[in-house]
């Protein structure tokens, strides 16, 4: 197991390095005007020039990258551009909120799913049917699409939710939960119905193999065959869905964090971008990358947990 641990960890340094290098290539083209950007259209050319130099712009893309990677591996991701922020301290006062989204709404949607697929897998008829068929519609409406629908009833016309984030480093935890609840039900609704059709796939096809019907024959009971059997070796398929949606929740709560102004990762990334921060961006690729990274661990670590052939292989 210890062999598989740093087998992973060195796969994902090295997803992390490739990930970090591109990145870092794209935003070099783009940092024409940065110096400009941040003066203003009034500064004097050599005040152009100054503030190049001060920020390294001057320099070739090789040891501008090699300058960065060699402080973030000591811990310093640099300061922001615009604002002199250091970057790990704005990263770390957004991350919360990114991940108590994305977090709240991954619990929801496992919980939810698990439940939905079981039931259709195992009393078919009518609520088979429903599952499927809400699949289908929750695949076609986007969770801003949701996002906006819920605002506009629930926060704007009957006023139980605020339509806008009072998140704020003093809130307390009254202000966490209204400010989150309609996000994480725009994504749990769209996320629940496709996990929920995988997880009802994985435990049908449970169902039909050998060792159910000799459970069975055993007079072993139903429940105990599905929650302690059934449900374990179906759980891998489930785990693999929630961690791609997981991992697609952390690109796809921009939107959601813009339309109810969440002051998350997204947002970050989305201001950043705009404006051509390079440290921030690289920030938040780094966040983000380690978060992708550590979600895949830990599923390979518990899919070898509930199923051995996995520990061998």
């Known amino acids: 197991m210890v062999t598989f641990i740093l087998r992973k960890l060195a796969a994902g340094v090295v997803v992390l390095a490739a990930i970090s290098f591109l990145t870092y290539f794209l935003l070099y083209f783009s940092s024409a005007n940065i110096a400009r950007n941040i003066l203003g259209e009034f500064a004097s050319q050599e005040q152009v020039a ?48 990114t991940l108590a989204v994305v977090v709240t709404s991954i619990i929801f949607i496992a919980i939810l799913a698990t439940a939905l697929g079981m039931a259709a897998a195992v009393k078919r008829g009518w609520i088979d049917k429903a599952v499927q068929s ?97 449900l374990r070796s179906a759980a891998p398929a489930g785990l693999t869905v929630l961690s791609l949606q997981f991992i697609g929740m952390l690109g796809g709560v921009v939107i959601i964090e813009q339309i109810f102004a969440l002051p998350g990762m997204g947002a970050l990334a989305v201001l950043s971008t705009t404006m051509g921060d390079i440290p921030l961006v690289m920030g938040v690729v780094i966040y983000t990358v380690i978060i992708v990274i550590i979600v895949n661990l830990l599923v390979d670590l518990i899919n070898g947990w509930l199923n051995p052939k996995v520990r061998v292989a």
Do not use: C
């Open 50 to 97: 100054a503030k190049e130099l001060e920020l390294g712009l001057d320099q070739a893309l090789l040891p501008r990258f090699f300058a960065w990677a060699g402080n973030a591996l000591s811990g310093d991701l640099g300061t922001s551009w615009f604002t002199s922020e250091p970057v790990a301290r704005a990263l770390m006062t957004r991350l919360p909120v």
């Open 134 to 230: 809400a699949a289908v519609i929750g695949d076609a409406i986007p969770s801003f699409v949701m996002a906006i629908i819920l605002v506009t009833v629930f926060a704007i016309q009957l006023k139980l939710f605020p339509a806008t984030s009072s998140i704020s480093p003093d809130a307390g935890s009254a202000a966490w939960v209204a400010s989150l609840s309609l996000p994480v039900i725009a994504i749990v609704i769209n996320g629940v119905t496709s996990a929920a059709q995988q997880i009802r796939s994985a435990v049908i096809k449970q169902l039909e193999k050998d060792y159910v019907r000799t459970l069975r024959s055993r007079g072993i009971s139903e429940s105990e065959i599905l929650f302690k059997h059934v």
